[in-house]
């Protein structure tokens, strides 16, 4: 059974306990509890801190033996509604995402204690792959003066994310998204014998990056590098290239072997499900993933494609510990991943498709 | 596709638009447009390849003798001095959600001997294109010369200049497809007696009263009829049920919501499956929403279907309603308290278990402006030439009084 206060102790308390815990040495039957219970201890501060929180769960819960019976939210409220838990002087700021363009962009607003742990998480889980040091980081995107709109908000916050585990920050596209070769061949030239940090958008480094090189017919010389890369596979799938395809693509092109694919949005920043040696993302302790059953919402069973649930022990200025995502993935096992890790391991297989359903209003723009 | 015009898709032996407004009007339920008719529902019921289309044997259905006779019937004058003739020409810009919907617009207007002027919607299924070529082959042959060279069935581009010309040749105009596409259309000038018959958004509800001992077969049955009404079209269709007045406790509506849930999940074919993939993602969101903004209470259930209590029925809450077997649920005591829940955008009320007389009687009150229609559960789609508040019968026909 989960309870509220294990150990009498305060969210801030349960919190700080589960970051000394080791990110990937909790098994899921301790995580349930520890996880669970301080979940369970946000679901009661969004009740009294957020009204419409409280307005979609009035009562209290019911007890529940695990994270499945915890409630969750559908992602995109956020993007209809300004959730937040704290009072609107507490803010510091708000980060807004679009998942693709021209949505309206999802709101979260961040008290400094909220952006704090998110900051402090993240570089708990990236020091498992990078150590302790800073590393020159060549990133695959423009700089921020550049962005404009929704980009400049959601891309720069992720660059700005990965962006303290680097130095000597270089930016290997221009304005335009073309590549930017004199500073790509200086980084290179002054680089190529270390190790290297390189992150970007999944999309950006295919498209802007390793098909430019390719069409190109440039390449360039990275061994010690390691590419971090993230945001979905949605404008990949159409060109049919897939994480194998992709790890290929770029050592082709750039010499770099190490390619580490990560999960995270915009709504948990802080934690990221990080991609191991054997291709599986993997729930940090701090975090986890429920699968559900995309016809009914049920708890699916291991091996078994469905909605991505979320949870997270860090969204304490607004209400998204637990979200429904619209993306779809599968549990492949829990505690025996070939790497070591324990807890959840899975997959993502790509977005819930879009239906669109035509009403009666649609003779059309007959007239126009 | 036509450069200047922008038509990508004319059946007719008629040449042009003008040309099947020119031509001369065959007269009120004429004998040629009858033996049309009754051919179309013969290849319509009697060929193989129709059958896994619903829509198109409802359609053959529809068209049976004895119906046609009826409607017949309504059209001639009961008085040896009146005449009816038909009004001329009639423009229809028919709906894209259903895919027969042209076919019912066109056959009312036939049948009332005008010449028609069709422009089809843009979705495209294989049950449209098996109506188009079941009327290509009649308009073929010699015996429906007449019809084919009055009639035109069209697709062509929004922004083409051919809107502006069809304006000027109606003397009637059938506007499917909503507010806005009813304005956008309106805005081509027609001739000043043109008739408009306009086809607004609205929403359609019913009415269920369980009885004082729900007996489960028939509640059953009730749901069976609800979900023969909502499954269609996605529940998209103006006539399709979005909102149930709930006339027994609480015990009983969840019994219910139960027994919709099944009948939903057992109808599903697996190409409905497939698209019902998002289906309970977008119901949450919607319940989630509602529930926040303290509009609505917990779903009673969120599968196949949907069921949300909710407080308050307005346009903002049908605006967000987005189908695919999401009803909103509220609860009264009695019949009375539909009084004030009837706004002028109700188009059709389906009851079950509930007095015709009580019901007429209800309705009778003028301060109700809804329901346009009230018929038995299990009936909402069945298309009538009484429809959405209008006569098409009368609005389509000119009635000359000889005294």
């Known amino acids: 059974m989960l309870k509220e206060t294990a150990n009498n102790m305060s969210y801030p308390e349960q919190l700080e306990a589960l970051l000394g815990q080791a990110v990937y040495e909790l098994p899921q039957a301790e995580k349930e509890q520890q996880l669970g219970s301080l979940l369970l201890a946000l679901h009661r501060h969004h009740q009294l801190q957020c009204n419409e929180y409280s307005q979609l769960y009035p009562q209290p819960l019911k007890a529940t033996e695990n994270m499945a019976g915890l409630p969750y939210l559908a992602v995109r409220l956020f993007k209809l509604l300004d959730l937040k838990s704290v009072a609107d002087d507490e803010v510091l700021k708000c980060l807004s995402s679009s998942g693709t363009t021209g949505q309206i962009p999802a709101r979260i607003y961040l008290d400094a204690v909220t952006s704090r742990w998110q900051s402090k998480t993240l570089v708990k889980i990236l020091q498992q792959f990078l150590g302790k040091q800073r590393l020159p980081m060549l990133i695959i995107d423009c700089q921020a003066s550049h962005m404009s709109g929704a980009a400049l908000n959601a891309r720069s916050a992720g660059i700005q994310g990965l962006a303290m585990f680097g130095r000597n920050h270089t930016y290997a596209l221009n304005a335009d998204m073309s590549p930017n070769w004199a500073a790509i061949d200086a980084f290179c030239a002054q680089h190529q014998h270390e190790k290297v940090l390189i992150f970007g958008f999944t999309f950006m480094v295919w498209q802007y990056f390793v098909k430019a090189l390719q069409q190109q017919g440039r390449s360039i010389n990275l061994p010690q590098g390691h590419l971090f890369h993230s945001g979905g596979w949605k404008k990949l799938q159409s060109e049919s290239v897939d994480n194998a395809t992709f790890k290929q693509g770029v050592e082709a092109s750039t010499g770099i072997q190490q390619v580490t694919n990560f999960y995270g949005m915009a709504e948990q920043v802080g934690t990221v499900f990080m991609e191991c040696s054997h291709g599986y993302l993997h729930a940090p302790a701090t975090a986890d993933v429920i699968m559900r059953n995309c016809f009914d919402l049920s708890e699916q069973p291991t091996g078994e494609q469905g909605l991505i649930q979320v949870l997270s022990a860090l969204p304490f200025s607004y209400p998204g510990f637990s979200l429904l995502t619209e993306d779809l993935g599968t549990v492949h096992g829990v505690d025996d991943c070939e790497c070591g890790r324990k807890g959840k391991y899975f997959t993502v297989q790509g977005r819930l498709p879009k239906v669109e359903l035509r009403g009666c209003s649609d003779t059309a723009a007959a007239a126009v | ?403």
């Open chain 2, 1 to 403: 596709m036509n450069q200047s015009t922008g038509i990508q898709y004319q059946l007719s032996a008629a040449k042009t638009p003008q040309d099947v407004s020119n031509a001369s009007l065959l007269g009120v339920g004429s004998d040629v447009v009858i033996a049309f008719l009754q051919a179309l529902s013969a290849r319509l019921l009697k060929s193989p390849q129709m059958k896994p289309y619903p829509d198109i044997i409802a359609l053959g259905f529809w068209l049976r003798d004895a119906q046609v006779n009826q409607w017949l019937n309504q059209l001639r004058p009961h008085n040896a001095n009146v005449l009816i003739k038909p009004v001329g020409c009639v423009v229809h810009y028919t709906p894209n959600n259903v895919d027969s919907m042209f076919m019912y617009s066109w056959i009312c207007a036939l049948l009332a001997g005008n010449n028609n002027i069709v422009r089809l919607g843009s979705g495209q299924s294989e049950a449209k294109r098996l109506l188009l070529t079941t009327v290509e082959a009649l308009f073929a042959e010699p015996a429906f010369h007449a019809v084919a060279e009055r009639n035109m069935l069209l697709y062509f581009d929004k922004t083409s200049p051919l809107n502006a010309e069809l304006a000027a040749l109606a003397d009637a105009r059938m506007l499917w497809g909503g507010d806005e596409s009813v304005q956008r259309i309106r805005e081509f000038a027609a001739k000043p007696r043109c008739r408009d018959i306009s086809f607004a958004d609205r929403y359609s509800a019913t009415v269920i009263d369980p009885g004082a001992e729900s007996e489960s077969a028939q509640l059953e049955k009730a749901a069976a009829l609800l979900w023969q009404d909502s499954k269609a079209h996605h529940q998209l269709a103006c006539s399709s049920p979005r909102v149930i007045f709930w006339l027994g406790d609480d015990d009983s509506l969840r019994q219910f919501a139960a027994l919709l849930n099944s009948q939903a999940e057992q109808q599903d074919s697996a190409p409905e499956r497939l698209v019902g993939q998002s289906r309970a993602n977008e119901h949450l969101i919607t319940a989630q929403l509602l529930q926040m903004q303290g509009k609505a209470d917990a779903p009673l259930c969120n599968k196949r279907v949907c069921l949300l209590p909710v407080h308050t029925l307005n346009d903002a809450l049908l605006a967000q309603h987005n189908g695919d077997g999401l009803f909103y649920v509220k609860s009264i005591n009695n019949l009375a308290a539909l009084q004030n829940e009837l706004p002028a955008k109700v188009q059709t009320l389906t009851y079950w278990g509930v007095e015709q007389g009580a019901l007429l009687k209800l309705l009778a009150d003028p301060s109700i402006q809804g329901v346009d229609r009230c018929v038995s559960i299990g009936k909402a789609l069945t298309f009538a030439p009484d429809w959405d508040g209008y006569r098409l019968f009368t609005d389509l026909t000119r009635y000359v009084h000889l005294d």
